[in-house]
């Protein structure tokens, strides 16, 4: 799993040395066990329970772990118990070398809550390496002249096991010409000497054979042996000697293989090949693999391979220098190896969660540790994570960090991160490693449902199909899985008089609306009702939305003659003069259609006449109009069937039958010509008593009538709004419509009128006339008097 990263309002990083020698951990200072190594597998090291105060349970239930610096699995905790074992034999020279003391250091890891207690682990030597000779044999040229007390050095042993277990002693076999001496130098470390005690003699004896033996101070003592064959030179009385007995040199460990590190120089006051000087290494078994090269003849030392400072930190060299005659002299070199900023930072992930639950405070992603194999400012490190997530960097224990989240997290704005974890150490040139990590958010039903819309508008025809689809809602859930599954329902209407659930029906799968009945503009013309959507959650969200119904009107009403009455009583007569002009308004026909819009637009036409040119219909407004001058050859009476007509589709007629009656002087006195005046001026003062007389018995006549009517309007005006105007209670109670006569109209008609509450074209009704039989008496009267 890669790692990953967090938002900071500004980066922030970490410095961390990967050695923390001054660290203490809730009071608890390290502990330090030991244990000699090459111990059994499995054997018991200390008791981590008691050490730490926890019971055995506890460190079960808090994940306790042993980690090692170097991710050795050199321990063990049993859980059980609470031990610490031996995980594997452990060798001291493997781990340590020839450093001493020989200590491993571990954390002891503890969860719930995060704890590290550091111990260390000192690994004792045993004996267990015998002191090795770098060869079988040795061979040392020693000129007969050498004085008494010249010592010889020797190459030293070597032994593996460090402290008294290393070598403490060398010693010979008896002769009678020399001795060993034990000298020790500097570092501790001890190497043979061979004093001449008593002068050779060439030619009484040219060799010698000797054994050296180095003997170490365990118990029981170790011990190795080497052959030494002295050969007696003729005179040679100057041995080669080195211009400094000890070069020190630094070496930086990123040094390519062939560069100098040092050149050695001797120099023999000899002549001839008694002067010429060989140099030499002195080499163990265990050092054949040091990683230098000696030249004989110029004493430069070379790199034959790559160093590495966290390998071996230094070497230690004896170079000897012979020159011809056998005489030889010795020096030391120690070399340094300087640390280079070579050894990327390292990342190593404990634990990591994921996904995490969004909305949630808070969290711990992942817990990690990260070291530096270099040393000094190469080991510093810094610890950071990008600036765009919401996540931020904990340093806690040792070098231990935890990834936390800086709050909640919201899925429906990033569902996953890729945070990465940047670690720079701070040497030159600067090295950095990154490691990813993938950390998914998982979802909480957080999100109610939102609908497209706040409010639908749907149209649906009148005398549609029952089931009929009339429009949809959408609403959509930004949370996933069941979270985001909705459903639909319509919600209890406000009205109570209004019966939604027999209207419609919702799909509660995908919010499709239907009418359940045949709809009529008529009796409704609009409704709403709020739908609601509901996701799958727990708990479940919800939301609503408006929806608004518009009926569009069908033309499914013909239009209704409201005057000339056409219900098959007493048909109703105009009375017309005889001396019209053309374009006289003989009379009206008044219409009405129970539709709206253009389906209510009326035009009239005259469909059949008794005399066809005499009489026309204006289109718009159903006025009958004289076309022409009357003569004396027309019909008195005259039948006249007018057409009207809407403008829907298709279009929806009725029609009217009108009665003109021609009379002569009834609607406006007959005016002589001239010549005629003194003739007629009897007939006109009988007229004038005539008309007095009818005017006076109408206006009787007109005063019963209204006095009968104000009676019947006091009756019947509270059922009026009821029973003659079936719509709900609205701005608009019933009213009475005049139709007053005009041209030859004698009388006034009313009418009752309801307006439609709520509507929003205010479109009005006639319903029937009030005066009906009236009308039809009046009628009646003026044929009456006309005969």
Known sequence: MEPAGERFPEQRQVLILLLLLEVTLAGWEPRRYSVMEETERGSFVANLANDLGLGVGELAERGARVVSEDNEQGLQLDLQTGQLILNEKLDREKL???????????????????????????????????????????????????????????????????????????????????????????????????????????????????????????????????????????ANDNAPEFVQALYEVQVPENSPVGSLVVKVSARDLDTGTNGEISYSLYYSSQEINKPFELSSLSGEIRLIKKLDFETMSSYDLDIEASDGGGLSGKCSVSVKVLDVNDNFPELSISSLTSPIPENSPETEVALFRIRDRDSGENGKMICSIQDDVPFKLKPSVENFYRLVTEGALDRETRAEYNITITITDLGTPRLKTEQSITVLVSDVNDNAPAFTQTSYTLFVG???????????????????????????????????????????????????????????????????????????GSPALSSEALVRVLVLDANDNSPFVLYPLQNGSAPCTELMPRAAEPGYLVTKVVAVDGDSGQNAWLSYQLLKATEPGLFGVWAHNGEVRTARLLSERDAAKHRLVVLVKDNGEPPRSATATLHVLLVDGFSQPYLPLPEAAPAQAQADSLTVYLVVALASVSSLFLFSVLLFVAVRLCRRSSAASVGRCSVPEGPFPGHLVNVSGTGTLSQSYQYEVCLTGGSESNDFKFLKPIFPNIVSQDSRRKSEFLE
């Not at 209004?498 to 503009?521: K, M, Q």
């Open 96 to 234: 340590c070398g020839s450093t001493e003391p020989c200590v491993m250091h571990f954390q002891v890891l503890l969860k719930k809550p995060l704890e590290v207690f550091r111990a260390e682990l000192l690994v004792t030597d045993i004996n267990d390496h015998s002191p090795e000779f770098p060869e079988r044999e040795m061979t040392l040229k020693i000129p007969e002249t050498s004085s008494l007390g010249t010592v010889f050095p020797l190459k030293k042993a070597r032994d593996l096991d460090v402290g008294s277990n290393n070598v403490q002693n060398y010693n010979i076999s008896p002769n009678s010409h020399f001795h060993v001496s034990t000298r020790t130098r500097g570092d501790g470390r001890k190497y043979p000497e061979l004093v001449l005690d008593t002068e050779l003699d060439r030619e009484e004896q040219a060799q010698l054979r000797l054994t050296l033996t180095a003997v170490d101070g365990g118990s029981p003592p170790r011990s190795g042996t080497v052959q030494i064959l002295i050969l007696v030179l003729d």
């Open 462 to 536: 009148e005398n549609n199909s029952p089931a009929l689809h009339i429009g949809s809602v959408s609403a959509t859930d930004r949370d996933s899985g069941t979270n985001a599954q909705v459903t639909y329902s319509l919600l209890p209407s406000q009205d109570p008089h209004l019966p939604l659930t027999s209207l419609v029906s919702i799909n509660t799968d995908n919010g499709h609306l239907f009418a359940l009945r045949s709809l009529d503009y008529e009796a409704l013309q609009a409704f709403e009702f709020r739908v609601g959507a509901t996701d799958r």
